[in-house]
């Protein structure tokens, strides 16, 4: 699968984004989609999850109440609605396909936890200035 992540680019403080991503694989339906941000000089980390049939949500804390996923499966596509936007949300975003079948909060967690996200997009650059 080709993961394409659009939507970046050069916001202030308080604004808003969506990022987009767009799946090349006909059974993008099964699979839970996981958004990733990677800081300057940072590792990688997980910033939201959701299932297959967006049932269920889940969000690192830094992000809670400020950003949405959600999906489109009939488009292939997983959104970021990102608002209220901080110096600190400045990274490179990418999306990436998760396990498939249903989980709940905690079995996201676990995958999140577990590594099981794979293949990469190329990423959407954030940048938020103060």
């Known amino acids: 699968v080709q993961l394409q992540a659009s939507g970046g680019g050069l916001v202030q403080t308080g604004d808003s984004l969506r990022l987009s991503c767009v799946a090349s694989?006909?059974?993008?339906?099964?699979?839970?989609m996981g958004w990733f941000r990677q800081a300057p000089g940072k590792e990688r980390e997980f910033v939201a999850a959701?299932?297959?049939?967006?049932?269920?949500?889940y969000y690192t804390d830094a992000v809670k109440g400020r950003f949405t996923i959600s999906r489109d499966n009939s488009k292939s596509a997983v959104y970021l609605q990102m608002n209220n936007l901080q110096p600190a949300d400045t990274a490179l975003y990418y999306c990436?396909?998760?396990?498939?079948?249903?989980?709940?909060?905690?079995?996201?967690?676990?995958?999140?936890?577990?590594?099981?996200?794979?293949?990469w997009g190329q990423g959407t650059l954030v940048t938020v200035s103060s």
């Open positions: 990436a396909r998760g396990p498939r079948g249903s989980h709940d909060e905690e079995g996201l967690e676990y995958h999140v936890r577990r590594g099981s996200f794979g293949p």
């Open positions: 694989e006909d059974a993008f339906s099964w699979y839970v």
């Open positions: 959701i299932t297959w049939d967006s049932a269920t949500t």
